[in-house]
């Protein structure tokens, strides 16, 4: 038996990190009832490219759920719910606050209905504060946490991240990990709570190091001048001969006498304390000098902490991944099929099953009727 087996969640989250937070859920066994507006459902639907009859993004983050259309704003709404609602374990919503309570599906009200209910609520800047209604997206968040300070270009201004930290190191992963703490806390207290999952709240704890060194120091970091924003040469990205990237992470000693050693490095950089900026020079013009090809010969079997940058497409068809078995499930769409989102919940606690559907927009409507003649 998966670990989530019997625990039914509603879903009125859309995009990203609600979505992929019920993915995790629904991965650990969870019975994900996805919550959409009839007609167009949720928005990521619509993106490109199309997997099948709606959009990859939707695809991936939706396998394996079910899906209801309804029209939440319908007098009738909160009525035609009540059923599932007394028998769900777990709401996730990622409106603005205030917005479900209008709806009357607001935790108080859910609650009245269903006193166990676990509620949690994913929001950019939290259920209260001065910045509670900003409509703000990924960068914004990272950008008022500071993260986005720590990051540059040639030119010194901020890089934008290829990932989406806030939506989902913010948002999903805190909202799983709230959301089992509160099904475990409800095992011995019999009621559920409200979770205020807040993503720019969640960014700082990534900035551990900075907020250290600033409180405790005085030294609040720069881009560019810290070790892990480019002010060391021992955590470092330089560029190879055929213009490809060593990210280069020899921080320990030991390890940075191995690499120095195997560069060649003279003898007198080696001492990065003295002009750090120096040895990264020297760095790079030995890195600079040799192929990624012949790097990846150099450091093969070396205690260096080096690796040649790869493109997504190389990372995908890494035989190490393909012996870790990342890539082993399926998402199936039609007749198409391609490899589902991997995620972090472990082999153990997911089904035996390798391949799975999303489901199509409302195809799970008839769960409202039988819902409403069981209470009936």
């Given at each position: 038996?998966q670990?989530?087996?019997?625990?039914?969640?509603?879903?009125?989250?859309?995009?990203?990190?609600?979505?992929?937070?019920?993915?995790?859920?629904?991965?650990?066994?969870?019975?994900?009832?996805?919550?959409?507006?009839p007609?167009?459902?949720?928005?990521?639907?619509?993106?490109e490219?199309?997997?099948g009859?709606?959009?990859?993004?939707?695809a991936?983050?939706?396998?394996?759920?079910?899906?209801?259309?309804?029209?939440?704003?319908?007098?009738?709404?909160?009525?035609?719910?009540?059923?599932?609602?007394?028998?769900?374990?777990?709401?996730?919503?990622?409106?603005?606050?205030?917005?479900?309570?209008?709806?009357?599906?607001?935790?108080?009200?859910?609650?009245?209905?269903?006193?166990?209910?676990?509620?949690?609520?994913?929001?950019?800047?939290?259920?209260?504060?001065?910045?509670?209604q900003?409509?703000?997206?990924?960068?914004?968040?990272?950008?008022?946490?500071?993260?986005?300070?720590?990051?540059?270009?040639?030119?010194?201004?901020?890089?934008?991240?290829?990932?989406?930290?806030a939506?989902i190191?913010?948002?999903?992963?805190?909202?799983v990990?709230?959301i089992?703490?509160?099904?475990?806390?409800?095992?011995?207290t019999?009621?559920?709570?409200?979770?205020?999952?807040?993503?720019?709240?969640?960014?700082?704890?990534?900035?551990?190091w900075?907020?250290?060194?600033?409180?405790?120091?005085?030294?609040?970091?720069?881009?560019?001048?810290?070790?892990?924003t480019g002010?060391?040469?021992?955590y470092?990205?330089?560029?190879?001969?055929?213009?490809?990237?060593?990210?280069?992470?020899?921080?320990?000693?030991?390890?940075w006498?191995?690499?120095?050693a195997l560069?060649e490095?003279?003898?007198?950089?080696?001492?990065?304390?003295?002009?750090?900026?120096?040895?990264?020079?020297?760095?790079?013009?030995?890195?600079?000098?040799?192929?990624?090809?012949?790097?990846?010969?150099?450091?093969?079997?070396q205690?260096?902490?080096?690796s040649?940058?790869?493109t997504?497409?190389?990372?995908?068809?890494?035989p190490?991944?393909?012996?870790?078995?990342v890539?082993?499930?399926?998402?199936?769409?039609?007749?198409?099929?391609?490899?589902?989102?991997?995620?972090?919940?472990?082999?153990?606690?997911?089904?035996?099953?390798?391949?799975q559907?999303y489901?199509?927009?409302?195809?799970?409507n008839?769960?409202?009727?039988?819902?409403?003649?069981?209470?009936?």
């Amino acid at each position: 038996m998966q670990p989530l087996t019997g625990i039914r969640v509603l879903d009125f989250s859309t995009l990203l990190p609600g979505p992929l937070a019920t993915l995790l859920l629904a991965e650990a066994g969870a019975e994900v009832i996805k919550i959409e507006r009839p007609g167009r459902g949720d928005e990521m639907r619509a993106y490109e490219p199309k997997l099948g009859a709606d959009s990859v993004n939707f695809a991936l983050l939706n396998r394996g759920k079910r899906s209801i259309a309804i029209d939440l704003k319908a007098t009738d709404a909160v009525a035609r719910l009540t059923p599932l609602i007394e028998t769900a374990d777990v709401i996730v919503e990622q409106f603005r606050p205030g917005v479900m309570e209008r709806l009357g599906l607001g935790y108080e009200a859910l609650a009245a209905i269903n006193p166990r209910i676990v509620y949690c609520a994913i929001t950019g800047y939290g259920q209260s504060g001065p910045k509670a209604q900003v409509a703000a997206h990924d960068v914004n968040f990272v950008g008022d946490a500071g993260m986005l300070s720590l990051t540059a270009g040639a030119d010194g201004a901020p890089v934008l991240p290829p990932a989406l930290i806030a939506d989902i190191a913010g948002g999903t992963y805190p909202a799983v990990m709230n959301i089992l703490l509160a099904l475990r806390a409800r095992d011995a207290t019999g009621r559920g709570c409200k979770l205020d999952i807040a993503m720019a709240d969640n960014v700082f704890t990534f900035l551990y190091w900075a907020l250290g060194n600033g409180w405790a120091a005085g030294a609040w970091p720069r881009a560019g001048g810290e070790l892990v924003t480019g002010g060391s040469p021992r955590y470092n990205i330089y560029r190879t001969r055929d213009d490809r990237f060593l990210a280069a992470a020899p921080i320990e000693d030991k390890f940075w006498a191995n690499f120095c050693a195997l560069l060649e490095v003279e003898p007198a950089l080696r001492d990065d304390t003295h002009d750090s900026a120096a040895t990264r020079t020297a760095v790079a013009a030995r890195v600079s000098r040799k192929t990624a090809a012949e790097l990846r010969a150099l450091f093969d079997g070396q205690d260096v902490c080096c690796s040649i940058v790869s493109t997504v497409d190389e990372a995908v068809r890494d035989p190490h991944f393909a012996a870790r078995r990342v890539f082993e499930r399926k998402l199936v769409a039609g007749e198409a099929t391609i490899n589902a989102l991997p995620v972090p919940v472990a082999p153990a606690f997911r089904s035996a099953g390798v391949e799975q559907s999303y489901p199509a927009l409302g195809e799970a409507n008839g769960l409202l009727q039988q819902s409403s003649t069981k209470k009936e």
